[in-house]
């Protein structure tokens, strides 16, 4: 079954940059969906990015362009490139995947990905 390991996690200063990685194996069909979502402790996980079945990016109303999401198909694997970094955006960030339904990946909730990754975590400190 699909297994996600994400990488790239790590402390950085506000206003700084960072790149998460998310490599796929264990890929049972050709096309399969790919997001982030993050989780601070004591609340939900919640939607950062992904791409659909087309490659085209979706993001988080919150990010304000800060984030650029990216696919590699050759290499399966999802980047996340951070920028402008806040407080806030300090977080366990979770790499998410699953296969398209119909042709389609369905959406940006955690019900639309079926396989996750351990997590890597950012801290973004003042």
């Known amino acids: 079954q699909m297994e996600l390991v994400e990488s790239g996690g790590k402390s950085v200063q506000a206003g700084g940059s960072l790149t998460l990685s998310c490599v796929a194996s264990?890929?049972?069909?050709?096309?399969?969906?790919m997001g982030w979502f993050r989780q601070v402790p004591g609340k939900e996980r919640e939607f950062v990015a992904r791409?659909?079945?087309?490659?085209?990016?979706e993001y988080a109303g919150f990010l304000e362009g800060r984030f650029a999401v990216s696919q590699d198909k050759a290499q399966f694997t999802l980047h996340l490139q951070m920028s402008s970094l806040k407080p806030d955006d300090t977080a366990m960030y979770y790499c998410?995947?699953?296969?398209?339904?119909?042709?389609?990946?369905?959406?940006?909730?955690?019900?639309?990905?079926?396989?996750w990754g351990q997590g890597t975590q950012v801290t973004v400190s003042s």
């Open positions: 264990g890929l049972n069909y050709p096309r399969y969906c």
């Open positions: 998410a995947g699953g296969y398209p339904f119909g042709g389609y990946c369905l959406g940006s909730r955690e019900k639309h990905f079926g396989f």
């Open positions: 791409v659909d079945e087309h490659g085209k990016p």
